[in-house]
């Protein structure tokens, strides 16, 4: 069965903390991509991941294929980062995206 | 260069009325997926669209539901007789080719 867990589901954070979400896989990947989801909002994507790191402003991604998990960390988190953060997975030549059920992050002033 | 559209943003219906989605992708976009996302849960894949056929469907419910992206216009997903369990948002997306997807605002639909 092809599961995408992430972990935490819920997070508080304080203006300017290091934060990290992470996610996991079941079996072997093509693609990663990591998405934002603003309350009421719509999905921007983050990152697409098939190997190693990417970096975009305070926002690092990286992807450890052996061990099927990939981290999101926001450095020096801003209230505006409040969002649920979604890590979506595809597997070998399929076209479908496997979705975690996304991480709640809040940033308190 | 304008982003995947989709309208209407917010769409209410009553039990057994039918539910047109519109989804427009991306200039140059090909592939159109539509994805659904229930009331705290995650997203769903549903359907992945080419020009005129579809590819897969496999999350599709077996009824009511379909879907057609047409040789010109935009991508429809269609829902026949709603009930209250089809309220949800409704994302669509597209990509040039098969894995980079760009998704839209969605469309959320209210069954009352």
């Known amino acids: 069965k092809n599961e995408v867990e992430q972990s935490p589901q819920n997070l508080t954070a304080q203006e300017g903390e290091f934060i990290t979400i992470n996610c996991s896989y079941s079996?072997?990947?093509?693609?990663l991509h990591w998405l934002q989801q603003h309350p009421g909002g719509g999905i921007v994507s983050l990152f697409m991941l098939s190997s190693g790191k990417k970096k975009h402003g305070r926002l690092i991604a990286t992807i450890n294929i052996q061990e099927k998990h990939s981290s999101l960390h926001i450095t020096a988190s801003h209230p505006r980062d409040s969002a649920v953060y979604i890590c979506?997975?595809?597997?070998?030549?399929?076209?479908?995206?496997?979705f975690g059920t996304g991480t709640s992050l809040t940033v308190i002033p | 260069n304008a982003g995947v559209m989709q309208n209407p943003r917010h769409l209410v219906r009553r039990r057994g009325q039918e539910a047109r989605l519109r989804c427009s992708p991306m200039k140059g976009h090909s592939h159109v997926y539509w994805y659904r996302q229930l009331p705290e849960e995650g997203l769903k894949f549903m359907v992945y669209?080419?020009?005129?056929?579809?590819?897969?469907e496999s999350g599709m419910p077996k009824e009511r539901f379909s879907a057609e992206f047409p040789k010109e216009g935009p991508s429809i997903l269609r829902i026949q007789q709603v009930v209250r369990g089809d309220s949800a948002a409704y994302f669509c997306?597209?990509?040039?080719?098969?894995?980079?997807?760009?998704f839209g605002p969605g469309t959320r639909l209210t069954v009352l």
């Open positions: 669209l080419q020009k005129e056929n579809i590819i897969d």
């Open positions: 079996v072997g990947i093509s693609a």
């Open positions: 979506a997975v595809r597997y070998g030549t399929g076209n479908q995206f496997y």
């Open positions: 997306a597209s990509s040039r080719v098969v894995g980079e997807q760009f």
